[in-house]
Antibody
Framework: EVQLAESGGGLVQPGGSLRLSCAASGFIVNDYGMNWVRQTPGKGLEWLSYISGRSGTTYYADSVKGRFSVSMDNAKNSLSLEMNSLRDEDTAVYYC????????????WGQGTLVTVSS | DIQMTQSPSSLSASVGDRVTITCRTSQTIKTYLSWYQQSPGKAPTLLIYFASNLQSGVPARFSGSGSGTDFTLTIASLQPEDFATYYCQQNYSPPYTFGQGTKLEIK
């Protein structure tokens, strides 16, 4: 069974940093593309980043480009999102999601982890 | 960047109704569009990919159509578990933007 489990969320001050992890089971992350998507409480979904497991190619939304960095750890079969220079507007639930092999549409999602940026 | 316009933003319907949600993109994305369902407090689930391909395990009352810039998600006969929020997403080029969402409520 495919499962994804995010961790690392919490309260951080503006300007601070946080690292989110996404542990995968039931599949090998290196064989797939992976997305990070966030959702502000009560609002819609915002796509943040994509990494190809095969090529390592990465893409980012303009709102996080230069501040966030996505990576894969093949030994741990996991995904990470390094978040720097955090702002109040980064407060959200962060989801990792696996893509289909034929599309970047996400067929499996974690339960999400809440990041709160506040002083 | 490709802009997404999803409509309506909310919709009231009854069990058994047929409903349609539309998604329009600011430039052609061929058929690189997916649809998701999200229930309160839950992660989204994939319904449709490549505009009209039903994801495994999704009931056949869900269907998608369209190409280019105009797409639709249709639910043939609403069931109680279908009352949720629906999102479209373009999968053509990064950033892979989502639509604003359509909240489907019970009338």
């Amino acid at each position: 069974e495919v499962q994804l489990a995010e961790s690392g969320g919490g309260l951080v001050q503006p300007g601070g940093s946080l690292r989110l992890s996404c542990a995968a089971s039931g599949f090998i992350v290196n064989d797939y593309g992976m997305n990070w998507v966030r959702q502000t409480p009560g609002k819609g979904l915002e796509w943040l980043s994509y990494i190809s497991g095969r090529s390592g190619t990465t893409y980012y939304a303009d709102s996080v480009k230069g501040r966030f960095s996505v990576s894969m750890d093949n030994a741990k079969n996991s995904l990470s999102l390094e978040m720097n220079s955090l702002r109040d507007e980064d407060t959200a639930v962060y989801y990792c999601a696996r893509t289909l092999k034929v599309s970047v549409a996400a067929d499996s999602w974690g339960q999400g982890t809440l990041v709160t940026v506040s002083s | 960047d490709i802009q997404m316009t999803q409509s309506p933003s909310s919709l009231s319907a009854s069990v058994g109704d047929r409903v349609t949600i539309t998604c329009r993109t600011s430039q052609t994305i061929k058929t690189y569009l997916s649809w998701y369902q999200q229930s309160p407090g839950k992660a989204p689930t994939l319904l449709i990919y490549f505009a009209s391909n039903l994801q495994s395990g999704v009931p056949a009352r869900f269907s998608g159509s369209g190409s280019g810039t105009d797409f639709t998600l249709t639910i043939a006969s609403l069931q109680p578990e279908d009352f949720a929020t629906y999102y479209c997403q373009q999968n053509y080029s990064p950033p892979y933007t989502f639509g604003q969402g359509t909240k489907l409520e019970i009338k």
